[in-house]
């Protein structure tokens, strides 16, 4: 790279148009509105998630908040709440931001050009495009993960794209490959709407179904006869990136510590920090260890039970975790008055929680399950 457009690139938007509407992806809820704000909820959402887990998200996101304003309104704990279980929680506070940005800056109205649109918070480039093709008709180009996957395999662009000029040669490369008067009725200045939106959701479509990172279905690609990575026998082999992200460890034991019978049962939780694992998110509190966990206990009403430990996977960690159950007894304190403050007093700032009201707050999906278990006591 950089390369020139060739005859044979100039047959790729229209083969891929022609699968795109005899086999892409056509019912999926968001591509039944050209509305921008659901196609950037569902662009987020998409991002790093499977189709299938966002289904559901998506719906009840809408239910609750049917449109910007109502999004930007939302206290960011019921916004957390709502997201809890897709992970990158990063998303969900940047979506709040963005939404509120939205209606500060704009009116309500989303931008319509995807230079604008990416000034906003949380909203990248290829996120920026994805909604301007489908909503405003832009000819721009997407770059998301399924579509450096798609290109570098069909042009054998064999470029470490950890390197920030390959990535830039290859948005050039992208932006090159977009339609122009591919359909009837287009004029002069460019592709018609309908070419751009087809040409970017086959993309998207070829990266999900056919272009996998593993075992693509290269006899049912429309790009199969030009693919550089096919013919090469290889197509695992791109993209090329050598800057490998450095998985961690770490290991926390958890207290769950819990009062009152099984009819009123409250929590204690502690919200995390800004920043970090869980950001803002409402958890159990953390200790380094079990010495330290029993330790802070030693001189507690009740009875602790240690759980088994499980782990939890994150992109970056493996992150174990052990759960210690802490029944408070449940005429106590009866004296001395002053016992709940101190026990209080010895505990990571948080406050008690009915566990419904737990459980409708924003939790790490491991603690929503853990909490709508119960504690086996």
Known sequence: MPRRVSGTDAELAPALIAWQRVHGRHALPWQRSRDPYHVWLSEVMLQQTQVSTVLGYYERFLARFADVAALAAAH????????????YYSRARNLHRCAQAVVARHGGQFPRSAPSLAELPGIGRSTAAAIAAFCFGERVAILDGNVKRVLTRVLGIADDLAQARHERALWAVAQSLLPHGVEAGDSGAGAAPGAIQ???????????????????????????????????????????????????????????????DA??????????????VWAGLWTLPEYEDEAALDAATADWPGEGRWLPPFKHVLTHLDWTLQPCVWQLPVSWPDSPADSLPSVEAM????????????????????????????PPL
Do not use: F, N
Request: charged share 20%; glycine share 10%; with cysteine.
């Open 76 to 87: 960011e704990d019921e916004v957390l709440a709502l997201w809890s279980g897709l992970g």
């Open 198 to 260: 087809a040409y970017t959701q086959g993309l998207m479509d070829l990266g999900a179904t056919l272009c996998t990172p593993r075992k693509p279905a290269c006899d049912a690609c429309p790009w199969a006869g030009p693919c550089v990575a096919r013919a090469e026998g290889r197509p695992e082999a791109y993209p090329v990136k050598t800057r490998k992200l450095k998985r961690g460890t770490r290991s926390h034991a958890l207290l769950w510590l819990l009062r009152g």
């Open 263 to 276: 009819a009123a049962r409250q929590v204690w939780l502690v919200q995390k920090p800004a920043q970090g």
């Open 347 to 374: 505990l990571p700032a948080g406050r008690w929680w009915a566990v419904d009201d737990a459980l409708a707050a924003g939790l790490p999906a491991p603690i929503r399950k853990l909490l709508q278990a119960g």
